[in-house]
Nanobody
């Protein structure tokens, strides 16, 4: 069974940085796509950034220029570097790792940005 584990969340002041990491608990798995989503209280879960095993990257407009997604190839781990964080970035961040057509979600990691 594929288990996805996130790490790197925490509390930071506005303007600060955090780096999230996502990987399978079993090193044998290689993913086709890895993506970061976030969900703020009372809001729907939204896509933040995604990366494919071919290197195709997409970002939500709200994080372009501030967040950078990267992966290790073959894709077993993905990172989300978050710079210039703002209070509106506060949310639980989830990693979704896909071995198409199946998707696997992590438990989430809390990111809190104080003003």
């Amino acid at each position: 069974q594929v288990q996805v584990v996130e790490s790197g969340g925490g509390t930071v002041q506005a303007g600060g940085s955090l780096r999230l990491s996502c990987a399978s608990s079993r090193k044998a798995f290689t993913f086709d796509v890895m993506a970061w989503y976030r969900q703020a209280p009372g809001e729907q879960r939204e896509l933040v950034a995604s990366i494919t095993s071919r290197g195709t990257i997409n970002y939500a407009d709200s994080v372009k220029g501030r967040f950078t997604i990267s992966g290790e190839y073959p894709m077993k781990r993905a990172y989300l570097q978050m710079n210039d964080l703002a209070p509106e970035d506060t949310a639980v961040y989830y990693c979704k790792a896909s071995i198409l057509p199946r998707h696997y979600w992590g438990q989430g990691t809390q990111v809190t940005v104080s003003s």
